[in-house]
């Protein structure tokens, strides 16, 4: 029995880095797509753009990267691909994450953008292991600042424009109030 284990355990020790070298010499993979692209994302005034979002039952990603773009202070017509690129390259979108302006964006991708663009500082695990949407989202509802529910679901325009408000107290000021996030003292970055 323990003969059969050690040949299984030296087996297992020889063939380990055989795998390991085989699996780094695929091909990377392909770049993601950003479907619709060249949909126009137009520069409404803030109250327009939240009025308009607030009535829809789910906000698309396309909206999205509008309404984070306007928080950041980025308010110039711009196409869909063009703000993936500018979100590309401030590095507050996955690398990994493809695009569709029509598909509903989740919160586990908005509580990463947010996180990302507001340099929000996370927990011991975003610490440790770096923000993805799971551990992004677990921090902002934590914080009182997104509603419960799981990183894939999709995010109500009420939802958002709350999420909006929220995250553009806490650009101007440092600190989500306590009325915004409904925790006593409110909570600062």
């Not at 009182?144 to 325009?157: L, Q």
Request: charged share 20%; net charge positive.
């Amino acid at each position: 029995m323990v003969a059969k284990f050690v040949r299984e355990m030296r087996w297992m020790a020889l063939t380990a880095p055989l795998a390991l070298l085989l699996a780094a010499c695929q091909a990377p993979p392909p770049a993601p797509a950003i479907v619709n692209g060249p949909l126009k994302l137009s520069a409404q005034a803030s109250a327009e753009y939240l009025d308009r979002i607030s009535a829809q039952s789910h906000v698309g990603e396309a909206e999205a990267f509008q309404g984070v773009l306007m928080v950041l202070g980025v308010n110039r017509d711009m196409t869909f691909e063009e703000a993936v690129k500018l979100l590309r390259q401030r590095k507050l979108v996955g690398e990994d994450w493809d695009f569709r302006a029509d598909r509903p964006i989740t919160k586990g991708k908005v509580a990463y953008l947010f996180y990302k663009a507001l340099s929000i500082r996370g927990g011991v695990t975003l610490t440790l292991l770096g923000p993805n949407p799971w551990y992004c989202l677990k921090e902002l509802q934590y914080r009182g600042w997104m509603t419960p529910g799981m990183s894939y679901n999709s995010v109500t325009g009420m939802e958002f424009v709350a999420i909006l408000a929220r995250m553009d107290e806490l650009r101007q000021t440092g600190k989500v109030s306590e009325v915004m996030s409904g925790q006593e003292g409110g909570q600062g970055l």
